[in-house]
């Protein structure tokens, strides 16, 4: 068969691929993707050689009552998973900045535009900040996301005598464990967790694989999140990085860790609100992503957080990274 004509029956389809601090996102429309093959398409967009990513956002019009629908593929996982908070901040950013808030009908408004966006995880409303066509803030509710946590289980516990707290038990599945540096640093002083190095994941693997253990659970697929409380510059934490289960496997990232994280942030919120027992106040946490003396600036994320506390539990949470940016936009052949 003649080349020119198998490449004229590939189908073109729209994309849009924005980063949220770290999370690479790549939107596409669902009218446009064959039925039954979202998912090896979107996984297939995510790896090399095409527009490459961590995730992809299938936009659909509304089920019920959001105002934009989403599935999320994601290339850690190899499927679908119910929520990103970084994808958030990059659909905000994109429904401004590119046509996507025209073509699901809408209302764009400057200074402030409001929409609910739909997930398998509930519904999650958005605020976006803006001026001149340009998204200065984008701030996401999170309170969905915290209730599930919630339901299945957020509490103190020891992995090989460091403490820690985990976030959101699932039959299925964990979400988050959460360590404080200093906990960590008591067990292991000789190690620069800050580096990512071999020791440093082998420490971390060999929790994860403790946790895994001790508490039977197969395979679940684990997140965990590294933080202090020492700022190097104006903020009142440090979030380390998130760790993977998939840190010795080189398809999604060598060192297996990553920057930025909504969902990380909200679960490092939920920990130290757990660690710390407070009860009742508005707590506003400005999170520094990473060591200055190892990140460029023009690659600094900060990463704010405000949440309201009841009777020990996180009743309230908003959050918002301050580096999101449109990357690229136009067609691809699938």
Known sequence: MDQRQGRARDKKIDFVKVHAGWDEVVFLHGVQLPEGEELKIGLSLLRRPSLRGTEVGILYKP?????LKVKILDITTNSYIDMCGGLTQALGKALIETDIGSRYGMRISEPRTRFTLETEAGLFPIEIDA????????TTDMQAYVEKRYRHGVC??????????NVGIEPSRMEWLVFDLDDLKNKYPEVDFWRKDRSTLDVLKGLYEAFIEEHNLGASFLYGALYDTHPEG?????????FLPTMYTPYYREDGCEEACGTGTIAVGMAMIEKADIQDSEREVLFELGSKRLIHKSQQVLTELRMKVREGRVSDAKFSHSLVEVVASG????
Do not use: E
């Open 131 to 138: 001026k001149n066509g340009v998204a200065t803030k984008i």
């Open 331 to 334: 067609q691809v052949h699938v």
């Open 234 to 242: 104006g903020g009142d934490a440090r979030l380390l990085f998130r």
């Open 63 to 67: 089920d019920g009552d959001g105002d």
């Open 156 to 165: 103190s516990i020891k992995v090989r005598g460091v403490n820690a707290v």
